[in-house]
């Protein structure tokens, strides 16, 4: 199982136990998934990667490390911590700065 932050538009984020394989992920962003880098150190999400085509719900915003945006991300988003090209859990450390980074670019909350 891998430990995972779920952000779903205009939801609360959630942290899930999920399997640790492609169509869960895939199941979870509706979709293809491609991987995105929020600026947090070991930090990976996987989203729809076909999302703005389907025209799919903005859900928060993607900035880099001087905090300037570089993408609005739409659809569900799923959080994960990185060791090399493995998926592996977040820490409670890693959720704790992921969900700060979540609550502040939130589209919803903003």
Known sequence: MLKVIVKRPTKAPEVKNIKNDLATFQKLVG?????IYPNI???AAYINDEGKLLDLIPNFI?????????????GTAVFFAVDGENEVSLSDKQIEQVLR????RDLILI
């Open 62 to 74: 993607l900035t880099d490390r001087h905090n300037r945006m570089k993408d609005v991300i739409v």
């Open 101 to 104: 980074y979540i609550n502040e």
């Open 31 to 35: 979709g293809n998934i491609s991987a």
């Open 41 to 43: 150190r070991g930090v």
